[in-house]
């Protein structure tokens, strides 16, 4: 239940944010997409922090079949992000200009590989995290 709340309320924040974004046409001014430090932006920290919590909530230890699981959802969301994206901005997002000045993404409604790697670094620190406080605590 934990789960479905948590992905609920994080889907509604996105979409909120990314309408917001569409409406008022601030794509080239997204404050997440700013390069922080080398090609990191606020979106890939909440990568980071997204699957983390959802590493958290589903309780997965070192347990491969869990980790397994929290994988395919950042996968199966890699898969289909881009259509739901779509059908939910009417399908204006292929007219958007790309810019890459001092952005991680050229096109936030486009998902990019990098996403899956910042999902399993945000599984990586949770597994450093379990280990350390079962070590240590």
């Known amino acids: ?19 917001f974004i569409s409406y008022y046409k601030l794509h ?15 979106w890939n920290i909440l990568h980071i922090v997204f699957y983390l919590i959802l590493c958290l909530i589903i309780n ?8 397994f699981i929290i994988f395919s959802i950042g ?12 059908k939910l901005n009417n399908n204006k997002l292929s007219k958007l200009k790309k810019n890459h000045n001092n952005k ?3 096109n936030i409604f486009e998902p990019h590989y990098t996403d899956l790697i910042y999902n399993i670094i945000g599984q990586i620190l949770y597994i450093v ?5 079962n070590k240590f605590i």
Do not use: G, R
Request: with cysteine.
């Open 1 to 19: 239940m934990k789960l479905l709340i948590f992905m609920s309320i994080s889907f509604i924040i996105l979409y909120l944010y990314l309408m």
């Open 28 to 42: 080239n001014k997204d404050i997440l997409n700013k390069k922080i430090i080398f090609n990191m932006c606020i």
């Open 60 to 67: 997965a230890k070192i347990n491969f079949y869990k980790h």
């Open 75 to 86: 996968l199966i969301w890699y898969l289909t992000e881009k259509k739901i994206l779509h």
């Open 104 to 106: 991680c993404y050229s």
């Open 129 to 133: 995290y379990y280990i350390f406080k």
